[in-house]
């Protein structure tokens, strides 16, 4: 009889042992399935698409040994959010910069959800304004600096990039495709008056024109207004407003 239960506690044991040995493989096993697949995604496009099934089962559930930026966002034109058109360019082009840097790796992903795809996400988040950037970490749920303070830093791919270094030690090197429009422009401009100036050089009156100033302070002022739109883009808010007026007061 003794023997007989030392067998069957054996076994107990054993059976133990097992399934803890089980349930470790299977944790490996499916935390590798969740890295193949968002490196999968990763390599289709930078920022990745999430609905709320996948938010759920690839940012929500353990395990995980990687950390999610991810964009909550609304870019439905419905919606209405100029400023989520914005910041998503910037997050583009900091996800970008990471996509294609030599440093990419496995160790943090960027994502984003869209409110007309998981509102439920939202819900469950408790999350009332868009956009919003929260780092989900390797362990555990976000904490306070997990969720970035946009109406302090400004939405600018360098400011993401030094939250994201603070948050999870991965330094992104921001990488901006080149903005020809400014140069463009400033140039078209130039031609058109020297142009004009050749034309017109044997009789040089139109100088003194009224017309002719009021057109040149118009379309200065426009350059004005693109430069000051795409300027707001790379500096805080702050900064923003100190130096808006003395940009454009001379033109107003
Ligand atoms: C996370 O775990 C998976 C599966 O074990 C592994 O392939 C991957 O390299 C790990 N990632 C990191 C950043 O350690």
Redesign the pocket.
């Known amino acids: 009889m003794a023997a007989f239960l030392r067998v069957l506690a054996l076994a107990f044991l054993a059976v133990l042992a097992g399934s803890g040995v089980g349930g470790q493989k299977k944790k490996?096993m499916v935390?590798?399935e969740k890295?193949n697949q968002l490196m999968e995604w990763a390599s289709k496009r930078s920022v990745i698409r999430l609905n709320g099934d996948k938010f759920r089962r690839l940012i929500k559930a353990p395990p995980r040994?990687?950390s999610v930026i991810v964009m909550f966002t609304a870019l439905q034109p419905h919606r209405q959010c100029v400023v989520c058109k914005q910041a998503d360019e910037e997050y583009q082009i900091l996800a970008n910069s990471w996509r294609y840097s030599s440093a990419f790796?496995?160790?943090i992903f960027f994502a984003m959800v869209d409110f007309d795809e998981g509102s439920d996400v939202f819900q469950m988040l408790n999350m009332n304004s868009a956009p919003t950037f929260i780092n989900f970490p390797p362990k555990g749920k976000p904490k306070k600096g997990d969720t970035y303070e946009l109406q302090v830093r400004g939405f600018a791919a360098e400011q993401l990039a030094r939250w994201v270094a603070d948050r999870t030690d991965v330094n992104i090197r921001v990488i901006r495709p080149p903005n020809y429009a400014g140069p463009l422009m400033l140039g078209l401009l130039l031609a058109v008056i020297g142009g004009l100036v050749y034309l017109r050089r044997s009789n040089l009156d139109f100088l003194y024109n009224k017309t002719g100033w009021a057109f040149a302070a118009l379309v200065s002022k426009l350059c004005c207004n693109h430069f000051v739109s795409s300027f707001l883009l790379r500096i805080p808010l702050p900064t923003f407003l100190i130096t808006w007026p003395i940009l454009c007061m001379h033109l107003l």
Do not use: G, I, K
Request: aromatic share 12%; proline share 0%.
């Open positions: 490996e935390l590798s890295v040994n990687y790796t496995n160790r």
